[in-house]
């Protein structure tokens, strides 16, 4: 069983390396290209700066996060931390019992409430 | 130096897998066959994957072409069908620069983080009968784990290009590819209910009917899903030209470009590869034992057409609607499908655990006027708070306009 585990995983973990490797062979062709005079590079000031329409950049380049951003991240990781409860559930659930199916049914409620929580206190809009 | 696959190794149910390790290992010391097999699909893969994605940029400029009225690229090539060709080598030809002030080594590690988990997706799709690189036994999980890792490439494209239009950008894509994983990660568990596993071989198997007609609710959501997480026109305010420019990717050039926009039609193909498994059955059809590539090659063809024609159909969405239809629609959306779905299992299967195929009619018969009842009702549930205004003309005389304010 530990066997099957690690030749699979062992033929996923080749294939992770030349999937880095595919695309790192194609930056380091075109920098090569770079060097031997296949494409031009000669970078000035005005090439370098920030694009944005035209006209110089004013003031820093930085901008402050929106803060609604937070609370969708925060719905996000309720939810998907959920999930990883609910897919070995789910696989194994044409094999369970009634109650394996209260049981998820009370954990996702409880859930639920919080989610509707959040409606009400309107937390899902993107309010300015 | 003579290797044989014994029945017991799990790769022995790898068809094409088997093939080529006996053919090599009949020279070949036993791990190096083990390694050139794998090698060998690997390369169909990362070929499939490149060149897929050259090809669908094609095929979406072409259709959209259409959808337009027009004719799009025929120039190069019959039909246009080495346009790609030449839209790499003038990216390869053009200047790669790296705007001042940006964080260098994390600008140029992009379309690396972009290129690798998309490549890496493929490893588990079924592409004929027995024919995946590694048949998980979590592959469902495996294609969603490794897909969500784009967010964090579009973070750091958005992070290090020094480019308020780049952030913008990328905490846009941020937010919107983490409103829309929710439903579809959900979405699929009521595929994984029915088929019983993870394993993207065994659901092709469990699929006596598609799992169109099984799980409708589920392939909806998991469409308009991952249109929104590829950033896909009605969901791009990610790259909405009009707005922010290009987006996360506005500061690349040349090669990085290339890639980043390879990536982008890559990951539409992969993504069509896997509706086409675990909703249109696979390479299931007519004499699958030879040509079961030419099915599973027409559903995913079938599916890409689905996304372009979204595209040429679509406006952008705001981004208040966008989270909006993540939230307050697609969510409820797939716990109703997941409620339904775990209710219709529990009540069908038999005593040993396993679902007939006229169990799998049954829920067809449920769950498709169920899919169709709740985006009728909650289409209507959640109204946008539009009002016609009339403007009363003041001393100067403008035509009276209604306008529309939306909340």
Redesign the interface.
């Known amino acids: 069983m530990l066997e099957d585990y690690f030749r699979q995983y062992g033929l996923i973990a080749i294939f992770a390396a030349i999937a880095v490797l595919v695309p790192t062979g194609m930056l380091m062709m075109s920098y090569m290209a770079g060097k031997v005079g296949l494409r031009p590079s000669n970078p000035t000031p005005v090439k370098l700066e920030a694009y944005e329409c035209g006209v110089e950049t004013i003031g820093g380049r930085w901008n402050q996060f929106n803060f609604r951003y937070y609370m969708f991240a925060i719905l996000f990781v309720i939810f998907d931390v959920e999930v990883v409860f609910l897919y070995p559930w789910a696989t194994k659930f044409l094999k369970l019992e009634l109650f394996a199916l209260i049981e998820m049914a009370v954990f996702v409620a409880i859930l639920l409430v919080g989610w509707a929580y959040a409606w009400r206190k309107r937390d899902l809009e993107w309010r300015s | 130096m003579n290797c044989q696959l014994a029945a017991d ?3 022995f149910e790898n068809a094409l897998y088997r093939v080529i390790y006996d053919a090599v290992g009949s020279f070949l010391p036993c791990w190096l066959a ?2 050139a097999a ?2 060998a699909i ?1 390369l169909i ?2 070929n499939a994957v ?1 060149l897929g994605a050259a090809l669908v940029t094609w095929f979406e400029r072409r259709l959209l072409g259409r959808f337009h009225n027009r004719i799009g690229p025929n120039r190069w090539g019959p039909f246009g069908l080495l346009q790609p060709i030449a839209d790499l080598a003038k990216l ?10 940006a964080d260098k080594i994390t600008f ?1 590690l992009v ?2 983080v972009m ?6 997706m493929t ?1 588990v799709i079924p592409f004929s009968k027995n024919t995946a ?4 036994n979590v592959g ?2 495996f294609i969603l784990a490794i897909g969500s890792l784009t967010t964090v490439a579009i973070f750091m494209a958005g992070w290090s ?5 780049a ?2 950008g990328a ?1 846009r894509a ?2 919107v590819l ?2 829309y ?2 439903p579809v ?2 979405s699929l ?2 595929v ?2 029915v088929a ?3 394993s993207l071989a065994n659901i092709v198997q469990a699929q006596a009917i598609p799992f169109l007609l099984v799980q409708p609710l589920a392939l909806l959501i998991f469409l308009t899903g991952m249109s929104a997480e590829l950033n896909r026109t009605p969901f791009d305010v990610a790259e909405a030209e009009s707005e922010i ?1 290009a987006g996360y990717h ?2 690349y050039s ?3 470009f290339a ?1 980043i926009f390879a990536a982008e039609t890559g990951a539409m193909l992969v993504v069509a590869a896997t509706i086409a498994t675990l909703f249109l059955s696979g390479w299931v059809g007519p004499f699958a034992e030879y040509i079961g590539w030419f099915w599973f090659l027409l559903k995913t063809l079938l599916v890409l057409f689905v996304f372009v024609w979204i595209r040429a159909t679509y406006p952008r969405l705001r ?2 609607q966008i ?2 239809l993540s ?2 629609f697609l ?1 409820p959306l797939s ?1 109703i499908n ?2 339904a779905t ?1 209710l219709e ?2 009540f069908l ?1 038999d005593s040993a ?3 007939a195929t006229i169990d799998l009619w049954i829920m067809a018969g449920i769950n498709i006027p169920l899919a169709l009842g709740c985006i009728f009702l909650f289409g209507n549930l959640v109204p946008e708070n539009a009002k016609v205004l009339s403007v009363r003309p003041t001393t100067v005389v403008v035509p009276a306009v209604a306008t529309v304010e939306v909340r």
């Open positions: 190794n799990i790769l083990y390694v794998g090698l690997m893969l990362v490149l390869m030809t053009k200047e790669d620069l790296i705007p001042a002030g140029s379309p690396l290129m690798a988990p998309l490549l890496l490893a690189l590694a048949n998980l469902v999980l290009s020094n480019n308020r239009y952030l913008f905490a941020v937010a983490i409103s994983e929710v990660v959900i568990l009521g994984v209910m019983g596993s993870m420019i506005i500061e040349g090669i990085k890639l981004v208040d989270m909006a939230w307050k969510l716990l997941l409620a775990t299992v529990f299967r655990g396993t679902l």
